[in-house]
C-alpha cells in the first residue's frame, strides 16, 4: 500500500509541469496564428449585423438570421441567404435571430453566425487554413446587461474561434464613431434606435454615468405596423413587408417632407410592397401592399398612407421619448446643462425615420443631431477601438468576464 502511494506521488511530481507546458504551447500556437489573422470587430445587432476589420473598414454587413434543421440544427444559411427563408421554410426548417432585445437567445446560432463572419473574412489571402485562424474580436453590446448575458456574447465569441474577446458598450461606441470627445468633462447624451433595444445613455469623462436600454425598438414598430393593418382593414402582413413599408413611408412627425423626392414609384426590397406618391398631396405618400385576409384566406392587396403608418408607429415613438426623459431625470443637472446645450446624438436605424428628430425636439424643447450615417455609428466606433488598442484599454468592460 505504502509502494503504490510512494509511486502515485512520484508521477505526481514527475509531471507536474505538464499543464504549464501545454497551456505555453497553446498560447504560442495562437500568437503564431495571430500573425496570419485579421482583428475584426462585431456590430452584433437584434436585426442586421456589421463586421469590421483592422486596416481595412467595414467588410460584412447582413441581416442577424440563421436557418438550420429543426431537429439536428445544423446551420443552412448565415445572414442574406437566411433572410431570404424567413416565412418560405418548410416543416423541417427553422429560422432564427440568434439575438432578442439585445442579448442572446441561441447560443449556439450566435457562435454559428460569429464564426462564420471569422471564415469569411479570412477566406481570401491567408496564408493558413481559415480553420486555424485565430483573431481578436471586439463586439459592442447594450449597456444595461446583466454579468451573466455579457459573459455569453464573450464565450460565444470565443467559441466562434476567437483568441481573445473584448466588449464595449454601444452608445460608447456609437459616441467614438461620431467622433465626439467622450473622455472631457461634458455631458453627451447618445440615443441608438437599432432593431431590437434602444440605447440611450448620457457619457462623461470616459464613462457612462446614467443608461437605459429600453426593448422597444425597430422590430416593435414592425410589430405595431403588422398589429394595426390587422385590427383596421383585416389583412395579415409578413415581417418583411412590415420592414419595409416602415422603411418606405414611414414618419414620425406629420409636418416632414418625403426623403423620396420626385418619384411616382418606388421599388422596394418586399415582393409585397409598392410606393407611390400622390400627387395632390405629395407629403402623404402611399404604398400598396400584399398580404392574407383574415376572413376569406387569401391574397388581399390595399392601400396605406404614411399618416395611418405613422398612426401605428405614434406608441412605439412616446415611449421612446418617455424613456429619454427618464434618464434625464436621472442625470445630475451639471449633465443635464451640458446636453440642453449641445444637444441629443441620435444613432441607428430608427434615427432615419423622416421627422423623429422633430418629434424628440417638440417633446423635450432640447436639439437633436442625426449622425452623419446612423446605420453604421457603432461599428465605426468599434473600428477605432480596435486600431487603438490604447482607447481599448479605456473603454472595454471588464465586469464578469474573468
Avoid: C
Wanted: net charge neutral; proline share 4%.
Amino acid at each position: 500500500m505504502e509502494d503504490r502511494k510512494y509511486t502515485l506521488e512520484l508521477l505526481t511530481s514527475k509531471y507536474y509541469f505538464l499543464p504549464s507546458i501545454i497551456y505555453r504551447l497553446v498560447a504560442m500556437l495562437d500568437k503564431l496564428f495571430s500573425l496570419f489573422s485579421h482583428d475584426i470587430g462585431i456590430d452584433l445587432g437584434t436585426a442586421n449585423s456589421l463586421v469590421w476589420v483592422k486596416g481595412k473598414g467595414i467588410v460584412i454587413r447582413e441581416p442577424s438570421v440563421v436557418a438550420m434543421h429543426k431537429k439536428t440544427k445544423k446551420v443552412i444559411a448565415i445572414g442574406t441567404e437566411a433572410k431570404k427563408m424567413v416565412g418560405k421554410t418548410p416543416a423541417s426548417i427553422i429560422t432564427v435571430r440568434p439575438l432578442r432585445g439585445g442579448v442572446i437567445s441561441d447560443f449556439d446560432a450566435t457562435t454559428a453566425m460569429i464564426s462564420y463572419y471569422i471564415q469569411r473574412v479570412h477566406e481570401f489571402g491567408n496564408v493558413l487554413p481559415v480553420a486555424w485562424s485565430r483573431p481578436k474580436v471586439v463586439i459592442a453590446i447594450p449597456s444595461s446587461v446583466t454579468e451573466v448575458e455579457r459573459r455569453a456574447v464573450w464565450e460565444a465569441a470565443l467559441s466562434a474561434g476567437a483568441r481573445e474577446a473584448f466588449l464595449i458598450e454601444e452608445p460608447m461606441a456609437a459616441a467614438i464613431g461620431e467622433n465626439v470627445s467622450v473622455f472631457q468633462s461634458k455631458g453627451v447624451m447618445v440615443v441608438d434606435i437599432g432593431g431590437g433595444t434602444t440605447e440611450i445613455a448620457i457619457i462623461s469623462l470616459g464613462g457612462i454615468v446614467v443608461s437605459k436600454t429600453l426593448k422597444i425598438a425597430g422590430d416593435d414598430m414592425d410589430s405595431a405596423i403588422i398589429h394595426y393593418v390587422r385590427l383596421r382593414h383585416g389583412l395579415v402582413l409578413g415581417e418583411r413587408t412590415a420592414e419595409d413599408l416602415k422603411i418606405a413611408i414611414g414618419s414620425a412627425f406629420e409636418n416632414q417632407k418625403s426623403k423620396i423626392k420626385n418619384q411616382k414609384s418606388i421599388p422596394v426590397n418586399a415582393e409585397d410592397l409598392e410606393v407611390k406618391e400622390e400627387k395632390a398631396s405629395p407629403r402623404n405618400r402611399m404604398a400598396v401592399v400584399r398580404g392574407r385576409d383574415i376572413e376569406t384566406g387569401l391574397p388581399k392587396s390595399l392601400r396605406l398612407t404614411e399618416v395611418e403608418v405613422r398612426e401605428a408607429l405614434a406608441p412605439i415613438f412616446s415611449e421612446i421619448i418617455e424613456a429619454i426623459a427618464d434618464t434625464l431625470q436621472e442625470a445630475p443637472p451639471e449633465l443635464t446643462s451640458d446636453i440642453l446645450e449641445h444637444g441629443i446624438l441620435l444613432t441607428g436605424g430608427g434615427a432615419l425615420l423622416a421627422g423623429i428628430d422633430h418629434l424628440i425636439v417638440e417633446r423635450t424643447r432640447i436639439p437633436v443631431i442625426i449622425a452623419n450615417d446612423p446605420l453604421t455609428s457603432v461599428i465605426r466606433g468599434i473600428g477605432k477601438v480596435l486600431e487603438n488598442d490604447s482607447l481599448l484599454q479605456r473603454v472595454k468592460v471588464v465586469g464578469g468576464l474573468k
